[in-house]
């Protein structure tokens, strides 16, 4: 007997599908929404971007642009750079909102110097303090302080010291390898980033605009 214009419609593999994954997302939706409800806190907070793959300074320069874009001040310390012209310094030099300082001599196998080291690190640590006590600067940037602190050229216990006592709500970030255990404990948001390919390995040498 001809069921026409009777019972249920057949089956229809993309709406059932569709529909599941309405409510996929919208229970995903919920959860994501009671998280973002619950972390109702404003502070400053400290970032550590460590590890041997690429890309530690380039996260810390997104957010210096990203904090520009909400006419904010940054400032910016990079330790150990300084023998080459980087993009990012050509570029925020030329921003008003941005103190920008160059606190190294190039890397510490190019130098072989370490009282020329500790020295230029001891100068971009004047920098950086004065930038940590500055209730306007909403963002610094320690670029490769980590690499400082490894070769214990500056006193790690007098950077936790100055980090903590930074106004309240000014946010810091920090890179550079083999960021030490401490710091990693204070920080509020840790990234180590891996390396999986660089085209360095294939004999593709520093380039402006990825490297430079």
Do not use: C
């Not at 939706?29 to 550590?48: M, N, P, Q, Y």
């Not at 957010?63 to 990012?88: C, P, S, W």
């Not at 004047?126 to 940037?141: I, K, N």
Request: hydrophobic fraction near 40%; avoid cysteine; charge should be positive.
């Amino acid at each position: 007997m001809s069921q026409s214009g009777h019972g249920s419609p057949p089956p229809d593999p993309a709406r059932d599908a569709e529909r599941r994954h309405r409510l996929r997302m919208q229970r995903r939706k919920a959860a994501v929404d009671a998280r973002i409800a619950a972390a109702s806190g404003k502070r400053g907070v400290l970032l550590v971007l460590t590890g041997n793959g690429k890309g530690k300074s380039s996260s810390a320069f997104g957010m210096v642009a990203r904090a520009l874009g909400h006419d904010l001040r940054v400032g910016v310390v990079q330790f150990i750079k300084g023998r080459y012209a980087t993009g990012e310094e050509t570029f925020f030099r030329r921003v008003p909102q941005v103190s920008f300082h160059v606190a190294g001599e190039g890397f510490t196998w190019e130098t072989q110097d370490r009282t020329r080291d500790v020295r230029a690190a001891e100068a971009g640590w004047e920098r950086a303090s004065a930038l940590l006590r500055d209730p306007t600067v909403a963002l610094v940037v320690l670029d490769e302080l980590n690499i400082v602190l490894r070769y214990r050229y500056l006193a790690l216990a007098d950077i936790l010291a100055a980090l903590r006592a930074r106004p309240v709500t000014q946010h810091v970030v920090v890179t550079g390898r083999g960021a030490p255990a401490e710091l990693l404990e204070l920080a509020d948001t840790v990234t180590d980033m891996h390396p999986v390919k660089h085209a360095f390995d294939a004999g593709i040498g520093a380039q402006p605009g990825i490297e430079l």
